[in-house]
């Protein structure tokens, strides 16, 4: 089993980018599938993109590719997503999460979450 922490949330203003990062620990991380969410305030969670346990392929939602990009370093334990031409849409509370499958948009595939990082895009 692995656990997961998010980190690199923060305030940006719209046009700018940023990028979060999410650790793991845990011997099999690099056997895992891995997934990015987010949920707004009163919203329900919404996939946002899923990177392939070896990092060649990757799935995003519609709302965030050609901006969002998903990587990972297995050697690290890490798994990123990189942001750019951030819009105030794009504020909302974001997870990262292990699965078995891929790809997968459904939060019930993914078997470990992280606690989330903020991110809020204001002018």
């Known amino acids: 089993q692995i656990q997961l922490v998010e980190s690199g949330g923060g305030l940006v203003q719209p046009g700018g980018s940023l990028t979060l990062s999410c650790a793991a620990l845990g011997l099999t991380f690099s056997r895992n599938n891995m997934g990015w969410f987010r949920q707004a305030p009163g919203k329900e969670r919404e996939f946002v993109a899923a990177i392939s346990f070896g990092g060649g392929a990757t799935s995003y939602a519609d709302s965030v590719k050609g901006r969002f990009t998903a990587f990972r370093d297995n050697a690290k334990n890490m798994v990123f997503l990189q942001m750019n031409s951030l819009k105030a849409e794009d504020t909302a509370v974001y997870y990262c999460?292990?699965?078995?499958?891929?790809?997968?948009?459904?939060?019930?595939?993914?078997?470990?979450w992280g606690p989330g990082t903020q991110v809020t895009v204001s002018s």
């Open positions: 999460a292990a699965a078995l499958v891929f790809p997968t948009s459904d939060n019930r595939d993914y078997d470990y």
